[in-house]
């Protein structure tokens, strides 16, 4: 038996349309979404070890702020499609009438910022 005709799949498809290379993107800004977990908890353990002047040391090393600041942009890019894709995926209706989308990704940046900002007031207040 033989199979029929079958075209090499071209390993750049997404590249040809906007919306599929910030689909791809976006799937892979997982793995730095993932790496800020990592570090995070790698933090903790450091804290709970007491062995927090050698992460540091670690987390000082210039590759390591390197990727770090990498991680930061590319988890603020997925926290920020994730948000607008939020209209899609949600519908939601108050009396009947459906609330526009802009207003859901409103509130949904509007709640990331506040959240964002009371983190950040209680971490770098000063004591």
Same mark, same amino acid.
């Given at each position: 038996?033989?199979t029929?005709?079958?075209?090499?799949?071209? !390993?750049?498809?997404? &590249? %040809?349309?906007?919306?599929?290379? =910030?689909?791809? +993107?976006?799937?892979?800004?997982?793995? #730095?979404? *993932?790496?800020?977990?990592?570090?995070?908890?790698?933090?903790?353990?450091?804290?709970?070890?007491?062995?927090?002047?050698?992460? !540091?040391?670690?987390? &000082? %090393?210039?590759?390591?702020?390197? =990727?770090?600041v +990498?991680?930061?942009?590319?988890?603020? #890019?997925? *926290?920020?499609?994730?948000?607008?894709?939020?209209?899609?995926?949600?519908?939601?209706?108050?009396?009947?009438?459906?609330?526009? !989308?802009?207003?859901?990704?409103?509130?949904?940046?509007?709640?990331?910022?506040?959240?964002s900002?009371?983190?950040?007031?209680f971490?770098?207040?000063?004591?």
């Amino acid at each position: 038996m033989t199979t029929g005709y079958r075209p090499r799949r071209d !390993a750049f498809w997404f &590249a %040809r349309t906007r919306s599929y290379t =910030l689909f791809v +993107l976006r799937e892979l800004t997982s793995v #730095f979404v *993932a790496w800020s977990i990592v570090f995070l908890l790698m933090l903790i353990d450091a804290l709970a070890d007491g062995t927090l002047p050698e992460f !540091a040391a670690l987390a &000082a %090393r210039p590759w390591m702020i390197a =990727l770090n600041v +990498l991680a930061l942009a590319a988890t603020c #890019f997925h *926290a920020i499609t994730f948000l607008n894709l939020a209209p899609k995926a949600t519908v939601v209706r108050l009396d009947g009438w459906r609330v526009p !989308a802009w207003m859901i990704q409103g509130g949904n940046h509007s709640a990331w910022v506040l959240v964002s900002a009371l983190i950040a007031y209680f971490i770098l207040r000063s004591p």
